[in-house]
């Protein structure tokens, strides 16, 4: 005697967490009953393997409705198909965008293009994240991205207002958006060992300082996209690198700023610029901090250099970033 | 023109995307009703269009105001072509029709498709205007009040219980007309949807007229079904029990809209009272008021006497001063005479309610049933369903005249039901037979009486019932011997005692001195249609009792069809109750209630489930043990084989009577529970089969000279019988199940509940069956779907499955469908453990105590825990308390409000629980406050307070096929949820298949029925019924159909716990709450 039909419908749509889990994970039906038989979910409640598939599939007949209301989650607030308590719904949507850190910080800074979306295999089999998981969090990213592409303001809050995220996986999305927007080379060998999370740090500190929302919060560009005005002013700062009388300047009025307070004073010529001598060199935080203080300030005593505002916005997102950067 | 029926379209969202080359819409709506059609203009390139329409208005007949719905269309504009349908939304407006209901349908509906299910939602505003006047009630029923629940609704008070109503009507299936051929399938279910729901307005409006002639003013109990007779048409049929309702919150009597429309009637019979003090003065009780509230609608009522009529003008004055009591002696003969014409009117005394007032009910006799095979020709007349109403008329004849040999003069717990396969129809009915006592309210507690009216609580028979069913009193036989009982037995037993004469019994049985009272004679066993009666005393819990049946059956063509299932009727019933006899047995227990036997029809066999609640009763006798007895007693082997079952039968019986805390007060004069048998088998069932030709085979099923306890294994055959009795599992811990209102023996319910539906279709693969295998087949079915459940549900253990309701069908040749809804209701662990810390010794005395208390009832109730318990939230003092109070206030707990006694005092007791709960619930927080402490959900909660406009949350609307919610009150019935849907796909396979299909159909059903009822104004719908699941496939060529008819009541509840808090403003509480307290699972 087989079943053809067998479903089981709630008032009360039934979410269980655990099938949630295995379907967001991107098993199949029996994939899902295994590892619920591998739980000792039989011997707890006594039931039977047939039971557990049943059960089964009727969460996943559940879930793949609920997905495409999942992909507007105000729609998820609004519909009447399924009567979800408040808090079952917030938690469908934080699961399902929900992302695995090391896939996000493969995908950092790349188009999120079909191109893309066809190399999944590899970063899946570099990531460990299944392959299905893998293609639903990238079309989660894509999704966030194109719906705030075009909107105006915070892009954090955006996200949060758009797809009813927490504000601290809203923040994340916002880095993601960032750097898919600028485009930035996270894979080059020397950040290798940046995280996502480093990097969603320093996307903030870029956006919070740099964009046109920092500066006045009606701009109408979107704060994924650096100001173009911003980066063209950038070209200014140029000078205090490429003039040698600036440069040497600048240094010993840093030089002698810190002479003293810094331990590894011996070595700090040597610094300017670059993360990487100063991990070799082990410097404290405290020391780049302090550092990076007396570098953001000097320029102002140099003579004929009249950016020093703009130096400071440079300065304050690269101080930040270089300090995220700055760790084992 | 009666009435103006008036109209907003306000706005759609999230409609689909309909122009492919913009992704957008434009759309517009179509109002309908009966011929009228409105426009809305049309909105371009939106899928949310903001139309915020006119006022359309309709103006109509009170008639077509009943019996149509309105229509309401979406539609895709086209400039070059014909405009696409969307979808529609049909209201219907009935409950606007009666004052007390809704006074405005307002909400977002889902838009809804035969082909592509919902798709998008509309906003839409509905009022109706109702004129006044008063000459013209001919043909509509307005007004009359439509309950589907089974007892009286709980904030009405039952003035009059008038009795029975029927009604059916006939037409062609649209899906079998000519035209069908020629029309998308589109069409053909919307012609079929729009015409059942036609159908079931005129079905309505005419036994509303029914019920204005018998002068009542409400159905409670109403049932309405569907028979798919195929090409021979379509009936739908409908039965109820007549009252005369009096709401009880506010102290305006309940006059039907019709005859007073809102407001400007109760001015008016004001203003035009001549002379009001002059009745006032008299003996005006409310009775007085409700019975002739409608005089002005019939003229012979007028004739009845002048003063009565100009009653009908003073509504108010009755119920305010009316209430305490004063019997309306002078009236009494008057009343009399007229109820003597009603009755004479009264074909069948029969009732559909299961729950009755305490006393109300005498004496039970049993279950009487009748079933008739028929064969279906078409129908050539519609308008005179004659053949059909014989039909019925044919079964219900016997099921009285089966009342009667049982020496009872009612039918109560009736129900109707048929089943169709070709040409064959099924058609079937049973009750309880029972003996009701209309004095008792008079005789036997008049005081109580008293109080009960001065206290205003909800659902009780008052002086009206006095008067109603004086004259189903079995006077000529032994009226003076009632009266005795009526004196000296105590309600707890009084409906155990036999109603029939010892001496000339209708059927063999046995009977002793019943265990309560020890004065009367009870039967050992006890089978009922009816809910347990909150009076009865229960030793320990009920538990779900279900016999399960297959039987082959040759295929046939009519004639011969029909005689081969009728001669196979016979030993099914029997074969049914064998099995109910058995399982019973097996748990220790000696009565059934809520007893419902299906046998359904299928091309090449039958199939019989019966569900039952089993539970003890403690005036009934121990029953005996079940023994086995082996045909060969020579054999060693075998005989070792016969010993190892009857351990393993005894071993259950054992396990179950611990499970089920089943520990009967020791009774040392006369101990008749020995473990052996009995010599005979009793049988509280009494039915006939009948086939077409109107044969009618009686069946003796007293098992012979055999004995009933004694299972003899003479074959395999038995064998598996035995082994079959032991495949039941019982529910695993923390799980109770029931197909009652309530579980016997849970009463402190917490107020989580999830109503649910489940479907299941297997394939009986067999090539060669036999009726042995298909019983396997069917077994395992049904115990796995039970064990699905379990798992399920797991979450809200402890928990008891409430109402659980089977329905077995057979779609095809190898098919079989089940279909279940029921509710899971948790409820308080702290008792139940409690409960388990004294296992035997302690609840015996417990039981016995018991007993001693329920015969003090109402006094212990009222003077003791008031009096003496000072109110104290601490634990210990409240555990005394209802160690004191609980117990018996246990067994009536959740449907307190049928008495007086239990009522008045139950504010304090539940006052107690709530504390009590209150207090557990802080405990339990630790555990179940885990989930909410995750950072995410912090976050989002803070997220969510910020305000944002997408954040418009869809109102909670709670379902359940119960009449009650735990822990809240309702505090108003907008009128009846009656709702047909069809669904079709062409697509199955990309719809999920037959399941995907299914589960995304029965959601949708769930949603609309949430739509509605919250436009309305309500947040819940009680007494919630799917009455039909009818699903066909057709795999091969990617299409399947399903239809689904379900029913309830809408309501507005508040959850107890605010009431008293805020106790004037009901309604504008209960909606935000209720969505607060809801699940979580």
């Given at each position: 005697m087989s079943s053809d039909l067998d479903v089981f419908v709630g008032n009360t749509t039934l979410i269980d967490e655990e099938v949630y889990r295995l379907w967001l994970d991107g098993h199949s039906v029996a994939e899902a009953v295994a590892r619920r038989l591998r739980g000792g979910l039989l011997e707890r409640e006594a039931t039977s393997v047939a039971v557990l598939q049943s059960d089964t599939r009727d969460h996943y007949r559940t879930f793949q409705m609920l997905e495409r209301l999942l992909h507007a989650p105000p729609r998820l607030l609004q519909q009447l198909l399924f009567q979800i308590p408040p808090e079952r719904q917030a938690l469908l949507v934080q699961r399902y965008y929900a992302f695995d850190e090391a896939l996000a910080r493969e995908l950092l800074g790349k188009k999120l293009s079909k191109g893309t979306k066809k190399e999944l295999d590899e970063v899946s089999a570099r990531t460990g994240v299944g392959i299905r998981s893998c293609r639903r969090q990238f079309d989660n990213f894509k999704r966030v991205f194109k719906a705030v592409e075009e909107l105006r303001g915070p892009l954090a809050e955006n996200i949060q207002q758009l797809f009813l995220l927490p504000p601290s996986l809203a923040r994340d999305y916002a880095a993601i958006v960032f750097f898919a927007n600028s485009r930035f080379e996270t894979g080059k060998r020397r950040l290798q060992f940046l995280s996502f999370g480093d990097f969603a740090a320093c996307a903030q500190s870029m956006m919070a300082h740099w964009s046109q929302g920092a500066l006045a919060p009606e701009a109408a560009e979107p704060d994924g996209d650096l100001p173009k005005s911003f980066l063209q002013d950038l070209k200014e700062l140029k000078v205090l690198v490429t003039d040698k009388d600036l440069l040497d300047q600048h240094k010993s009025l840093v030089c002698s700023a810190l002479r003293g307070k810094i331990s590894v004073y011996n070595e700090l010529e040597a610094n300017?610029?670059?993360i990487e001598p100063c991990r070799s060199d082990k410097w404290s935080p405290g020391d780049l901090r302090l550092f990076l203080q007396h570098y953001t300030a000097a320029p102002r005593n140099l003579p004929g250099f009249r950016h020093q505002a703009l130096w400071e916005r440079y300065m304050a997102a690269i101080s930040a970033c270089l300090l995220r950067m700055f760790h084992d | 023109m009666p009435g103006k029926l008036k109209v907003k379209i306000v706005a759609g969202r999230h409609l689909p995307v309909m122009d492919r080359a913009s992704d957008l819409t434009d759309a517009f709506v179509e109002v309908k009703f009966g011929n009228t059609t409105f426009k809305t203009d049309v909105y371009p390139k939106s899928l949310n269009p903001q139309w915020n329409s006119e006022w359309f208005k309709f103006e109509v007949d009170d008639e077509e105001l009943q019996d149509e719905p309105l229509q309401i269309t979406v539609l895709d504009h086209d400039t070059y072509s014909a405009n696409d349908a969307i979808g529609k939304v049909y209201i219907d407006i009935d409950p606007l029709l009666y004052s007390e209901a809704a006074t405005v349908i307002s909400g977002w509906f889902p838009i809804y498709d035969t082909i592509h299910g919902i798709r998008g939602e509309i906003n839409v505003v509905v009022k109706v205007d109702l004129f006044n006047d008063l000459n013209r009630f001919r043909q509509s029923s307005c007004g009359v009040k439509f309950f589907c629940t089974t007892s009286i609704p709980k904030c009405y008070r039952a003035v009059v219980i008038h009795g029975f109503v029927e009604e059916l009507v006939v037409n062609e299936d649209p899906e079998y007309q000519w035209i069908d051929r020629i029309r998308t399938p589109r069409a053909s279910n919307e012609a079929r949807q729009r015409l059942i729901s036609l159908m079931s307005g005129e079905l309505q409006r005419k036994i509303g007229l029914k019920v204005l002639e018998m002068r009542g003013n409400a159905v409670v109990g109403y049932l309405q079904c569907f028979d798919l007779e195929g090409e021979s048409g379509l009936v739908v049929r409908a039965i109820g029990t007549a009252c005369t309702l009096d709401k009880l919150s506010n102290t305006s009597a309940f006059l039907p809209a019709c005859n007073s429309p809102s407001k400007e009637m109760k001015e008016i019979p004001f203003n035009e009272d001549p002379n009001p003090n002059t009745y006032s003065s008299g003996p005006s009780t409310p009775l007085k008021n409700q019975t002739y509230s409608f005089s002005p609608s019939k003229s012979y009522s007028r004739q009845s006497s002048s003063s009565d009529t100009d009653l009908s003008l003073t509504p108010k004055t009755g119920m305010g001063s009316g209430?305490?009591?004063?019997?309306?002696g002078p009236f009494k003969t008057l009343l009399r005479q007229q109820t003597q014409s009603a009755l004479e009117q009264r074909e069948f005394p029969f009732f559909t309610l299961t729950t009755f007032p305490p006393g109300f009910l005498v004496h039970v006799g049993g279950v009487v049933s009748a079933r008739s095979v028929k064969l279906l020709d078409r129908i050539h007349n519609p308008d005179e369903p004659e053949t059909r109403d014989a039909w019925w008329a044919e079964i219900r004849q016997e099921i009285k005249s089966h009342a009667k040999a049982l020496g009872c003069h009612a039918v109560v717990g009736y129900s109707e039901s048929t089943s169709i396969c070709e040409e064959v129809c099924i058609l079937s009915a049973s009750g309880t037979a029972a003996v009701l006592n209309p004095r008792f309210l008079q005789d036997g507690t008049m005081e109580g009486c008293l109080e009960q009216r001065l206290s205003w609580q909800p659902g009780f028979f008052s002086i009206g019932s006095e008067k109603g069913e004086v004259d189903f009193f079995p006077q000529s036989q032994d009226s003076s011997s009632l009266l005795g009982i009526e004196e000296a037995s105590p309600p707890g037993c009084g409906f155990c005692h036999i109603p029939y004469d010892e001496l000339n019994m209708p059927f063999p049985a046995h009977l002793t001195y019943c265990?309560?009272?020890?004065k009367q004679k009870v039967p050992d066993v006890l089978f009922t249609t009816i809910d347990l009666p909150v009076e009865a005393i229960v030793v320990g819990k009920g538990c779900l009792i279900q016999a399960r049946l297959c039987r082959l059956k040759k295929k046939a063509q009519a004639e011969a069809n029909a005689t081969s299932i009728s001669n196979l009727l016979p030993f099914m019933e029997y074969e049914v109750h064998t099995q109910l006899m058995n399982k019973l047995k097996l748990r220790g227990m000696n009565a059934l209630f809520g007893l419902r036997i299906q046998i359904t029809v299928g091309e090449n066999m039958l199939m019989g489930l019966a569900s039952a609640t089993g539970v003890y009763l403690a005036a009934l006798p121990t029953p005996g043990g079940i023994q086995i007895a082996g045909k060969?007693?020579?054999?060693g082997t075998y005989e070792q084989h016969i010993s190892h079952m009857q351990k393993k039968i005894n071993d259950t019986i054992a396990k179950n009577k611990e499970l089920y805390e089943i520990n009967p007060p020791e009774l040392p004069e006369e101990i008749i529970g020995s473990p052996i048998p009995e010599p005979r088998q009793r049988s509280r069932l009494l039915r006939s089969q009948s086939e077409s030709s109107d044969e009618v085979t009686e069946l003796d099923l007293s098992h012979g000279k055999k004995d009933a306890f004694v299972l003899e294994i003479d074959d395999t055959d038995a064998m598996e019988d035995v082994h079959s009795l032991l495949t039941d599992v019982p529910p695993p811990s923390g799980f109770y199940s029931c197909n009652t209102e309530i579980m016997p023996g849970i009463n402190n319910w917490t107020p989580e509940i999830q109503m649910f539906t489940a479907v299941r279709v297997s394939r009986l693969s067999n090539i060669n069956p036999t009726n042995q295998t298909l019983n396997k087949n069917f077994n395992d079915l049904c115990e796995n779907l039970l064990k699905s459940l379990y798992f399920k549900l797991r979450s809200m253990v402890p928990c008891c499955l409430c109402h659980v309701n089977f329905t077995v069908a057979?779609?095809?040749?190898?098919l079989v469908q089940i279909a279940v809804t029921a509710v899971a209701i948790t409820y308080d662990k702290n008792q139940a453990l409690q409960a388990n810390k004294a296992p035997t010794e302690k609840s015996q005395q417990r039981a016995s105590t018991d007993n001693e208390e329920q015969l003090q009832f109402p006094l212990e109730l009222c003077s003791d825990p008031l009096s003496s318990q000072p109110f104290s939230p601490a634990k210990e003092v409240l555990e005394g308390a209802s160690s004191h109070t609980g117990i018996p206030a246990a067994q009536r707990a959740t449907s307190v409000d049928y008495s007086s006694f239990a009522d008045r005092c139950n504010s304090w007791i539940e006052l107690i629980k709530l504390k009590a709960q209150t207090i557990r619930r802080g405990s339990i927080k630790t555990t179940t406050s885990l989930e909410k402490a995750s950072p995410l959900a912090e976050g989002y909660l803070r997220h969510r307070s910020v305000p944002s406009g997408t954040n418009s949350t869809v109102s909670v609307v709670k379902m359940t096929p119960l009449s009650f919610l735990p822990g809240?009150?309702?505090?108003?019935y907008l009128g009846i949820i009656n709702m047909f849907f069809i669904r079709e796909t062409t697509s199955l396979r990309e719809e999920g298949g037959v399941s995907g299909f299914l589960h995304a159909f029965i959601a949708e059903v769930f949603a609309m029925v949430r739509a509605h009822v919250a436009a309305l104004g309500g947040n819940a719908v009680v007494s919630y019924i799917m009455k039909q699941c009818v699903f066909m496939e057709n795999p091969n060529k990617n299409q399947a159909q399903c239809l689904i008819n379900v029913s309830g009541d809408a309501v507005v509840f508040v959850r107890e716990s605010e009431l008293e808090v805020l106790p004037p403003q009901p309604a504008a509480a209960a909606q935000p709450t209720g969505a607060a307290g809801d699940v979580t699972t």
């Open positions: 300017f610029k670059v | 209430s305490a009591g004063k019997e309306g265990y309560n009272c020890r060969t007693p020579n054999d057979l779609p095809e040749d190898e809240a009150k309702i505090t108003k």
